[in-house]
């Protein structure tokens, strides 16, 4: 336990001085998101002109909810399956079989350690600025036990969502274009841009049964209270199905990757 804490600060480490080697990259992401938030409360403000509210979501709820979803979106990125991936390709995942830890289990560790630095880069001076903006004034905001508990929940179905693609590189080698159409219906189905209740009937049915919205739409209409009472243990329940079935596949495609890597090194 002790030598994974340490790996853990290590790793933390190199993740922030990784960011700072590249402060141009870095500070531009910034501004990239500023523009985003700016471009999105611009759309929402001409959306709700004339209107006190819109599906009982009032304009001050609608723009604190804009900023959120980026914070949230934030707190639970995961590099995992680019970190698999680039792994297989170089052909370093041979070395990593030699360590004492399990794979996965150091996987784990180093999305910790880019979770902290993206806390303590991003998600930090994001919630500042929410609270200075006054963006969140004037918003209905729940952050109750039910809003961190679906957020833990999501932050592990993200991280083993993206393990399970990681280890489909073990047949494909190349995921990048597999990721890219993922990520594409991702940003429409997650509700992280649009809430997926401004979706037709039918559009929102078929969210319903896509993991996406257990990652991002659940614990943001918590927060906003759109989900509340009963439903919200319902919401809970959901989001841990999705979790156990991640966490199911990324085990068992694991065991299968590391019988191929055998296998084909000999």
Known sequence: ??????YFKVSVRVEVRGQMVYRANFFLGLIMIAVRVFMLIALWTALYAGRAEIDGIDLATMKFYTL???IFEVLIAANVEHAISDKIRDGSIAMVLTR?????VSVCIEQFAF????????????????????????????LGPAFWLSTLLAYFIMLF?????????????EIDGILETRNAVMLVFSGSMVPLWFFPDWLFSVARFLPFQAMYNTPLSILIGRISGPDIWTALAVQALWLAVFFLLSLYFWGRSRQRVVVNGG
């Not at 336990?1 to 340490?6: E, P």
């Open 100 to 104: 004492p830890a399990s794979y996965p």
């Open 68 to 70: 959120a979803s980026i």
């Open 115 to 142: 979770t902290a630095q993206n806390i303590i880069l991003r998600v930090a001076p994001y919630t500042i600025f929410l609270l200075l903006s006054g963006l969140g004034f004037g918003a209905r905001v729940y």
């Open 1 to 6: 336990m002790k030598g994974l804490l340490q």
């Open 161 to 173: 969502y993206q393990m399970f693609f990681g280890m489909i590189a073990f047949w494909t080698m």
